[in-house]
């Protein structure tokens, strides 16, 4: 709970400073073809969402595990896409000397790191915690994953658009 309050805070100062500079940001985005408001939603998204699992965390509200494991859903799912885009960008990775076998291990290690803390956020003591053991896991599960996979579906259809 203290890394979500102090991420949440860091990435929530980090975004302030990338508002007050977006011409900077949005030239950069645009040179490697990423849309700024698109990486300004995923950057909302996560600081709130960091910050708001911190804070429901240390008061042992249900709202804050929802909070947690949509983070850690929503990390797996951004990190299994990044490995696409990884893959789909091999040839022009290469071509400027830069080996992306790199970046398959960091997103690869991520994945797997987010998959471990959403297992131990799933544990019948942290569930006890937050008193959602009667939760159906499963369902749980589902529906994050589909409030993920509906963010990543339109995140992909206005990368598309803004192409």
């Not at 980090?14 to 508002?19: D, G, K, P, S």
């Not at 645009?30 to 008061?59: D, K, W």
């Not at 937050?130 to 995140?155: P, Q, T, V």
Request: net charge positive.
């Amino acid at each position: 709970m203290v890394l979500h309050l102090i991420m949440g805070l860091v990435l929530v100062g980090t975004q302030a400073w990338a508002l007050s500079n977006p011409e900077e940001i949005t030239q950069r985005l645009n040179a490697a073809g990423i849309p700024y408001l698109l990486v300004l939603a995923g950057a909302t998204i996560i600081s709130v969402t960091a910050l708001a699992s911190g804070v429901g965390m240390v008061m042992g509200a249900r709202w804050g595990w929802w909070f947690t494991a949509f983070y850690y859903v929503y990390s797996i799912v951004r990190n299994l896409g990044a490995l696409v885009t990884v893959h789909g960008m091999t040839q022009q990775l290469e071509s400027e000397g830069t080996d992306p076998t790199k970046f398959y291990g960091k997103y690869l290690s991520r994945a797997a790191i987010s998959t471990l803390i959403l297992l131990y956020l799933y544990r019948a003591n942290v569930l006890r915690f937050f008193r959602l053991e009667s939760m159906n896991k499963f369902g749980a599960f589902l529906y994050l994953l589909g409030i993920c996979g509906s963010i990543s579906a339109i995140s992909y259809w206005i990368n598309l658009l803004a192409q």
